[in-house]
């Protein structure tokens, strides 16, 4: 157990509504004008360069979940599973039971409503990892963990760990800063534009959000049992998926003025245009890590 473990007590940890709930409950009709029909909000995986973006968003599902080893009938949870979309195509495609938790409210109403055909197959909940606590036969949490800052890390993967079977797979999308050698080896450096970028993110747009590497992340996953498997980089195409919505919303900005405020609009541009740039400069990546837990 960490320092930082030991100081927390797991069953009194309370989630971060206030601040997940600022940013996601703005407003879905404004999020559906550039995120599409799948409501996806991660990075989409452009197998094929032709790819549309929800085409894109589809075939990332399919690359997280494949890499679960999903059989049907078992229980599946989506830590921070937004709008729904990938609950419903594990059901779906994969026949599994799945259970997605989110702070959000409005995503919990999204979901629920996208998810009706499912029945009890699918199941939608406003609730925290902290208060989540039934066993679960894999894990998914896709752009989650960036919400849930680093003194957690280690309660969290105790806490995953613990509601997984033996012999189990998990699954995480990370948006993350690219290790220190990696950042040496491009002479990747930070400047006064990318700092003032890191603030503005912080306080106006993600606000309690923190960014690691992908070594600190397994590291606490590690110390709760879990080995690493596989990391896979999607850095190109979170920088295409970014673009496709930047245009979506330019394309549509009266009516993303109307839902929201001309001031929110000009936020979103700059925050979703300023990440572009920064994951084709490599400034900042994004992963899937493939955890197992094996006893
Ligand atoms: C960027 S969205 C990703 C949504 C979805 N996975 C997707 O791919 O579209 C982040 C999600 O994490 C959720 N979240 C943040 N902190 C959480 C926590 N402590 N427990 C559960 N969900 C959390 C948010 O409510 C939101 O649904």
């Known amino acids: 157990m960490t320092m930082a473990t030991a100081q927390l007590n797991p069953t009194q940890l309370t989630p971060p509504y ?43 599902n399919d690359l997280a979940l494949g890499k679960c080893d999903l059989k049907p ?41 996208a ?13 925290g990892w902290e208060e989540f606590d039934e066993p679960v036969d894999r894990i998914v949490a896709l752009c989650s963990t960036e919400h849930f800052r680093e003194e957690r890390y280690g309660v969290f993967f105790e806490k995953c760990y613990r509601l997984l079977p033996s012999q189990a ?19 990747l450096t930070w400047t006064e534009e990318d700092v003032a970028f890191a603030k503005f993110i912080g306080r106006k747009i993600f606000p309690g959000g923190q960014l690691r590497a992908p070594s600190t992340l397994c590291r606490y996953a590690k110390q709760a049992g879990f080995e690493t498997t596989r990391i896979q980089s999607l850095q190109p195409h979170y920088a295409k ?7 979506r919303l330019e394309a549509n900005r009266e009516a993303a003025i109307e839902l929201t405020s001309p001031e929110i ?14 994951y084709r400069s490599g400034k900042i990546d994004v992963v899937q890590i493939s955890l197992w837990k094996a006893e």
């Open 73 to 113: 009938g078992q229980r599946l949870l989506d830590i921070g599973c937004g709008w729904g979309a990938t609950i419903i195509q594990a059901v779906e495609k994969y026949g599994v039971r799945g259970v997605g938790i989110t702070l959000s409210g409005e995503q919990v109403k999204w979901a629920k409503q």
């Open 241 to 247: 998926t970014l673009d496709a919505w930047a245009e």
């Open 265 to 278: 609009y000009e936020m979103y541009m700059r925050y979703i245009t300023g990440c572009a740039d920064r």
């Open 18 to 60: 206030q601040d997940v709930q600022s940013h996601y409950d703005l407003s879905n009709d404004f999020y559906r004008i550039f995120l599409g029909p799948t409501m996806l909000y991660t990075c989409a995986y452009y197998e094929r360069d032709e790819f549309t973006l929800e085409e894109a968003q589809i075939a990332k």
């Open 169 to 187: 797979p998990m699954l995480i999308q990370v948006i993350v800063f690219p290790e220190e050698s990696a950042q040496k080896e491009k002479c």
């Open 115 to 127: 998810a009706q055909h499912l029945g009890d197959r699918a199941e939608f909940r406003m609730q």
